[in-house]
Every structure is written in structure tokens, then in C-alpha cells.
């Protein structure tokens, strides 16, 4: 009998040289794109199951946490999500400021939605990371920025687009206070524990 390969005897594949689309069918092309795929994936065995899956096309997006590092403070915004709403969550979400691309550059688009939805005007900002926040089902990923900012910076009261449905607040609070809220489930969003917990440990605000 030959003797099974061990896992790292096994050749590294190519994400071309592994997936073998069969089926692609569009569920849904309204808010975004849903569609559902039936393809061959070669095991690290050498074998090829077949599987479905539906993915949400929605695009790439990008967030950022603002910090003023002198009087340690941070800027969040606060608004409602019916999707967490439907799954238990009563009160509005905090969150960092974000936004999908569409076709802009991460960088570009995260200055212009900053500016949209808190007001203030940013220059000088930093890619620390990009993550995909939820592989399984949903085709995004994400790109997280930090950028200082100073209470002169802003330049109109933000709030979002209105003709988008947008209806957000805008606050500035301590990042130990932002810190704690995780710890007690007042912060719940994703993207804002990881850019709260990146200020942390690399000292951001120190």
C-alpha cells in the first residue's frame, strides 16, 4: 500500500489549480449581488468534492479610527442597522467611520466618508491592515486606517447622506471609556473592536 502523504509533503495549490467553477446562478441583483455556485475544490488530499455556496457581492470598503493623541480622545459614530437589529440588537451600533469603495481608491473614499459622516476633514492618514470580516459568506474585505485629528478639523456637522437613509451621530469619547464599552456590549461592531484594540496595543494614544 503506498503510504499516505503527510499534510506537509503536500503541494501548495494555486486558488486556479484548486477551484473548478461548475454553476453560477444569480439569486438576487438588487441592493447587491447574490449568487449562488456550484464548484470542485481540490482537498489537500488530491481528492475533488464538489460543493454550493452563496456569496454577497457588495463590494470592498474602508474605516478608520481618528485619534487625538494629546488629549486621548477618539471619534465614533452612532447609528442603526436594521440587519443587527433584526438579530436582538436594540439600540444603535457605535462604529468607526466607513464606507464601500465604489471604484474609489480605499484612501480616497475613506477621507470622503470620514468628512460625510462626522464632519471632520482629514489629510494625513495611515493603512494599518485589511481583513475580511466575514469569509463564509459575504465577498468583502476591508481596509483600516488611523488618522490623527484635532476639534479644528471639522468643518461641517456631518450626519451621512440622507437620500441614503443615513442618520448618524457623531462623538468624541476617551479611549479607555471606548475600551470599556467593549467590555460591557455597548461596542459590538467588528471593525471598531479590532481598530480600538490596534490603538490600544500599538499605543496610539499613550
Known sequence: M????????????????RVRIQKVQTLSDDWYLLRKTTFDLRRRDGTWQTQTRETYNRGNGATILLYDPDRRTIILTRQFRFPAFVNGCADDLIETPAGLLEAA?????IRAETEEETGYRI?????????FMSPGSVTEKLFFFVARYSPFDRVSPGGGNRAEGEDIETFEIDIDAALGK??????????????????KLARLVD
Open 2 to 17: 503506498i503510504p499516505k502523504p503527510q499534510l506537509s509533503e503536500l503541494p501548495v495549490l494555486q486558488p486556479r489549480e
Open 105 to 109: 481608491s480605499p484612501e480616497d473614499r
Open 123 to 131: 489629510h494625513d492618514i495611515e493603512k494599518v491592515f485589511e481583513a
Open 182 to 199: 467593549i467590555a460591557s456590549g455597548e461596542i459590538q461592531d467588528g471593525k471598531t473592536i479590532m481598530l480600538l484594540q490596534y490603538a
